[in-house]
Each structure stands twice: as C-alpha cells, then as structure tokens.
C-alpha cells in the first residue's frame, strides 16, 4: 500500500494524492459510495465508473451474515462476486455490531451478537474481523473497533478506547495482507479529545499502513467534530493516507478535506436517493414535494450527470409517486455524482492551488454561508 | 404508417417487415416491452436500446389518470417525458377500464369507471382515448374497444364485438394523426371464431393502417387462441402490420409469427423478473430458490447478455434474499434480453427461410416439444 501526497494546500491542511492498491489507484481525496451487501443499493457498477467513483466501501458484518465470506471466497472473491473491479474497503464489524444494542455482549475476546436477520448468535472477534475481511478480498479492511455511541459518558469512551487499542493490536497480528491489500488503525475516543489523542498516538506507535477517524458523525455538533479533526490533522503521519468514517454531508466533506482527511464514505446519497432527497447546489431539495409537479427543469440546474441532462422534476416527481424503481436509480445516480465530482472539484482545486477559494464559494452557496 | 414485408415463410404464415413509423423503423416481427407509468420497470431507456428493443408499449389509461396526458404534453410528449426517442405504442385503456370489474360501467357512449388511485370517477370515450393517445404523441394508437372477460357467454362476447366496431369509428373518426401516428384497429370475439370473423371482416372494412388481435392470452386453452390466429392469418390484409396484444410467453410468440404476426408486447419479463422468475433457454428457473445459493453459472448458460456475461445466479440469489433493487434490474434485463432475442432469431431466420426449423427447435429444447 503506497501513498503519494501530490499536492498540499498552503492554507490549510488539504492535500491531493495517490493511494495505491491491488485493484488500481485511487485519486484522493475520494468519496466511496457504500455497497453494504455486495451491491451500491440501484447502481451498476459500470454506471459507478462512468461517474467517477474510484473504490467502494463495503460491509463485513452484512456478508458475514448473507452470503458469507466463505461463498464469496468460493466464488472467486468480494470484486468478481459483485462484478465490481476497482478497490473495495471493507469496515470491520464493528460499527454494525454495536449499533446492535441489547442484542449484543462486549467482552475483552470480542462482541457475542445476535444476527439481526435469524437472531442466531455469533461471536465477532479481532481475529475473525480480518479473517473475514481478507476472505472477500478486500483492498483496505478496517482494525475492529469500539465505537461508543453519542453522547458517551467519559469513563465508556475511555473504555472503548483501551479495547480499541488492544483490538488493534490483535488485528495486526492477525493481518496477512497475502493479496496486497493493507491494515487501516481506527482512532476512537467519541469528542474527548485527550482521549483521542491518546488513541492516536498509540495506533501511530503500531505503524499502521494509514489511519481512519471513527466515530464522528455521529449527532455531535459540527464544531466538536472539527475540533477532533483539527487534532487528527496534528497527531497523524502526514505521509498515510487518512479516512473519515461515514461522512457525507457536503459542508462536512470541505472541513474534513481542509483537515487533510482523503477518503470518505457515506450512505446519505444513496439512501436519501431512495427516498427522493436529492442533493442540489444550493442545498437540498425532495423531489416528491408538490411543488415539482410540473417543473420541468432538471434535478440541479448546475449539475453535468447523465440523470441532468436527460430527465426533468416533474418525471422523476412521477416515477416516485408511482413506485417505480427508476426514480431511487435516477436520484441515488444524481446524488452519488454530486458528492464524487464535489470531491473531485476539491482535488482539482488543491492541485491548483485554490482550495480555500473552492471551499468558501461552495459553502455560501450550498448553505448561505452557515457553516462557515 | 408505411410497413413492408421483406420475407415471407413457404411453410408457415411468418413474415419479416419494416413498420415504418414517426419515430423510425421497426423490424418485425418485434417485441414489445411494457412501460406502463412511462418507464419499463426497473430499465433505462439506454439499456433497452443496448438490448435491441426497437418499440415500447405505453398505458393511456394509467398515464391519463397520473401524471395527466395534459401534463405530458406540455412537457413535450412521452418521449422527451421519459427519455425514449424510439417508437411508442400506446394501447387504448380499453383492457384497463374493463378489468376494473366492479369499479365501471358502460354505456353507448362509453365507460364510467373509479380511479384504482382515488376512487375519482371519469367518463372514458373513443373520443376521450384517442385524444389521450394523441396528446402523449403515440406512434400507434389503439382504438377503445370492450374486452371480454374469459370465459365469455356468447352474448357477452356479441355485444363486446358490437360495440368494439362502433366504438372503432368513432375513434376513427376522432383520430387526427397530426404528428404522422397511426391508429390501429382491435379484433375482439372471445373464443368464438364467426364472431372474430364478423369483427375482423367489418374492421378491415373500414380501412385501418394496422391490425391488432386482443382478448388472447386470458386464460384459454393454447389450442383456442391458435385456432383464433390461424382464422386472423386468413383474414387480415397480408401488406398491413397485426399486434397480438399482450403475449410473451415463448412458445405463443413463434406459434403466433408462424400464423403471421408481426408485433407483441407482454409485461411477462418485466414482472416475472422482478419476483425472481427468468427465462432460460431450457424453459424457465425462479433464482430465489436454494439450489442456485452456491451456484456460479449465470442465469442461462446459453445467453450472451450482460447480465450473463457479468453475474452468477448465487450472486443474483443474494441480491434476492437481501432485497436489492439491483435483483430486479438483473433479471429484468436478461428476460427482455431473452424475448428480444427470441424474436430477433425468429426473424433471422424467416429472412433465411429456416423458420419452421428454428421453431421446432427451440420449442423442442424449451418445453421438450410439449407445445409442438
């Protein structure tokens, strides 16, 4: 796993660069579509390419449970399974299996849960974690975490991340990488940021091949989370790539990047697609509202995606009122495209030199300004 | 409305033609997916033209009710609405209204029947659904005819035919052909053969640019509606078009291009692959079965679509079990790849003279001959 910085942003800490993995490069910073169970929910993998995405994410606790990893290796691995041939990161579990709540027991081994789908009882441990993630084939596969839900007591966050740490050591050790994919550490500590502190500090100890920020995004205001990620900026190794987890609001996306975070993942466009919320450049809009009844403008007049230039509000207004299936393909195509070519923009503007311009034009007119 | 037989069978009454129309050619024979609420379910206008599909069909009743003829005309007619800029048929709302059952009533002068959304009541006329047909800007439109329901008491199948014809005048008559569409006119008369012919024989009369054949494929024995066809054969002029409205399974599709019909339109691929259900060269498989779990062939072994050439039926399976929309968009794609084919080869193989070979031998790999 090899990371190139070729650009750095001279106000702030935003950088353009290279990640390199068994399956291609990835142009950072990236935003990854999430493909929990083996499939971008209503896309095609060749319609993600065409649109720009570069690596998805998908999800171990899901495939674990259905199919099973062991199918997926059978059948020649995670990329032929699902038809998809650029990089795939994998999370590890953990996320899922603590957002079980009372289907779920935590102890120093690992997490005893009932599967949300059979209830039957499976027990997810550090081991098991990677050993699944390497049996799909995975390009990047995540340390498996405690990730604390928000607000969190202290001593829980501390707790979390002591069994953060030593989850991420047992990974480690478990980790063979045989097909070149790579080991990402996953900094914890909810918004105390001594605690975060610590935890990075620790992972960068172990030598990671990169570093994701968990935990975040999670109902914290927007401050605390920049707050956490000025401190990231600070505490991890400038030359490894770095991923903030689940992030995908678009004003978010910016901070992130001026933080010198590279890749991203979130469902927002997928899931938002699906309902109708449709991401536009001046903010948001859903596309069920009445008021598109007869608009026959397109989804984002500003926006150059194939679902712009070809359908209007008024027909995709339609096809959801009338339950079709296209109008999800058509608003989640639309929504994915808009935050990979905002990511990409970002990029391109790092690379020239014009990020803080890029950002704050892009700022006041997603949001008036708000989150400035 | 200019059509063309380029071939014709020695053995059987199967002919190969061009139906030229204001959106261009069509090559018959030629199937016709259905695009009910103005999008083929689950399918992009761009993957049915990469499949071969030449014409869709359309639902005046469905499209009057939501989003409104009115609507779609204003913003420039179906086509531009849904992004199809091949030819469109549209069928009558005649089936539609008549299926409603209890929800209708009909007069001379037409049917009162309820909205299935709203329970709004409307009168539809001949006058009313050519007006439709015509503010979508159909490339065929469909005279409004009275469908009987099968079985049909003879006096109800004489009275549909009665009013069939006179409502076929009417909408005649009504029928503008602005923008270069055609109207076609419907044979009804159940299963009884004197009254297709009295409902032929008078159609004919009155000189239409095309033929279709409706109240098929409802539930009669095979025998019947060949029976029926084999009379149509006789009777319908041999230099214009004939629609067998609503068929697809594949053994009707070439018993009905041997007794020389040209075009069919069937929601069968749509709708059987959305619940799993797909057309195989050997007859037919539902992938949501288990025996497909570990199974890594694709969906038919002698297909060459995309789907086919990209997915195994395990993967397809999963995306089934874990309730993917991208299930129903693979099996979609492959069943209207499967009838596009069967149609193509079918006329492939007239302009070849080898039809009545290739007939008998699909049939005889697709049903073991059962249908022979």
């Not at 607000?151 to 480690?172: D, Q």
């Not at 991203?264 to 536009?280: E, H, M, S, W």
């Not at 990409?344 to 030199?353: D, S, V």
Request: charged share 25%.
């Amino acid at each position: 796993m090899r990371f190139e910085v070729l650009a750095r942003c001279p106000r702030t800490g935003a950088r353009a660069g290279l990640l390199h993995t068994p399956h291609g490069v990835v142009e950072t910073p990236a935003f990854m579509p999430v493909g929990t169970q083996a499939t971008v929910k209503a896309m095609l993998p060749e319609e993600l390419v065409s649109i720009g995405v570069q690596m998805i994410l998908s999800n171990t606790y899901h495939l674990y449970l259905r199919p099973g990893h062991t199918l997926i290796e059978r059948l020649g691995g995670l990329h032929r399974f699902m038809n998809w041939h650029r990089p795939i990161l994998t999370d590890s579990g953990g996320f899922q299996v603590f957002s079980l709540g009372g289907m779920r027991r935590v102890t120093e081994e690992g997490v005893i849960f009932k599967s949300h789908l059979d209830g039957s009882e499976h027990l997810f441990t550090p081991e098991l974690s990677v050993q699944v993630q390497e049996a799909l084939g995975s390009d990047v596969a995540m340390c498996f975490d405690e990730c604390v839900p928000y607000p969190a007591t202290r001593s829980a966050a501390e707790e979390g991340v002591r069994r953060t740490i030593s989850w991420a050591r047992r990974c480690k050790e478990a980790f063979k990488g045989l097909k070149g994919g790579a080991l990402f550490g996953i900094v914890q500590g909810s918004t105390f940021l001594d605690l975060r502190k610590l935890c990075a500090e620790a992972l960068v100890e172990m030598d990671f091949p990169g570093y994701a920020v968990g935990g975040l995004s999670v109902g914290e205001p927007h401050r605390e989370m920049y707050e956490v990620l000025d401190l990231m900026d600070q505490l991890l190794p400038r030359d490894k790539p770095r991923y903030l987890m689940g992030v995908g609001f678009p004003p978010n996306l910016l901070h992130a990047i001026a933080r010198g975070m590279d890749m991203f993942d979130c469902v927002l466009p997928t899931r938002n697609g699906r309902n109708g919320g449709v991401f536009v450049e001046e903010g948001k809009l859903n596309i069920k509202n009445a008021q598109y009844a007869e608009d026959p403008s397109p989804l984002d007049p500003h926006c150059d995606c194939y679902v712009c230039k070809n359908y209007s509000r008024a027909y995709i207004r339609h096809l959801f009122k009338a339950g079709e299936i296209l109008a999800a393909r058509l608003c989640t195509w639309h929504n994915v495209y808009f935050l990979v070519r905002l990511v990409r923009r970002a990029r391109e503007a790092i690379l020239e030199g014009r990020f803080p311009d890029f950002m704050e034009s892009f700022l006041s007119r997603y949001m008036g300004g708000f989150y400035r």
